[in-house]
């Protein structure tokens, strides 16, 4: 009975931001838990060999180049999709930060990518599979937080970053709480650092690293398939009842 609950056959799941690090991570445990995977990420040769690998592995998917910020396109997708069955399933992962830069050295540019990528595409993303879902009357979406929106990290200065992830928590619960009546579920994780090329750059600072490893309890970073399996059950049956629900997957990073 319970483990049927995690199972996705039948259901088709899309990943932006899908062709690396978490967000393909967490296509393979859709994939792996039976859903049909659509890999969309805005570079071609990650959308590529994202597929190549899931295929690897036995899994059914299939790519699409997709840019968040274009909101046109994230309705062209959402359509062409919904005409071939529908969307059951949404992860929203694509995200970037460049940190390290003072509040007050940020420029407009630097602020406005932060948002357009991390805020603004994931709710286009929201907006255009949700009102399918809603339509259909069922569905899961599942968005990639941060735990920087709960905490300020240090030592790197990344306000713009802190602020988006912040709103997508908000937002997150904003939406579960217009759409819980009408069958569509809304969640988020909030990971740690994972060990990824977005956190490369701490990584390789001694410094840095030393202190993310000093101010987390359990002394390391967290790995892809780690936040993956929280995704894979906020996406299937076996959350039900969740809905607003913001997962810390932060190794206890927000106990101290």
Known sequence: MYLE??????????????GQGIGLACAQALGEAGARVVVA???????????????????????????VTDSQAVAALAEELDGAGGVQVLVNN?????????????SDEHWRFHMAVNLDG????????????????????????SMSGFIVN??????????????????TKSLAAEWGAR?????????????TPLTKFGMEDKA???????MTPMGRVGQPEE?????LFLASDAASLLTGSIVLADGGYTCW
């Open 183 to 195: 069958g569509v579920r809304v969640n988020a994780v909030a990971p740690t650092y994972i060990e």
């Open 5 to 18: 609950k995690l199972s996705l056959k039948g259901r088709t799941a899309v990943v932006t931001g899908g």
């Open 122 to 145: 994931l709710f286009w993303c929201c907006r255009e599979f949700g009102r399918r879902m809603l339509a259909r009357g069922r569905g899961s979406i599942v968005n990639i937080g």
């Open 94 to 106: 694509a995200g970037v930060a460049r940190s390290d830069v003072r509040a007050e050295d940020t």
């Open 154 to 171: 240090k030592p790197q200065p990344q306000a713009f970053y802190n602020a988006s992830k912040a709103g997508v928590h908000h937002l």
């Open 41 to 67: 990420d805005m570079l071609p040769d990650r959308v590529e060999s994202a597929v190549e690998h899931l295929k690897g592995h036995r899994i059914d998917a299939v790519g699409e180049p997709l840019d």
């Open 227 to 231: 936040i993956a399996s929280v995704v």
């Open 208 to 214: 840095m690293a030393a202190t993310w490893l000093e």
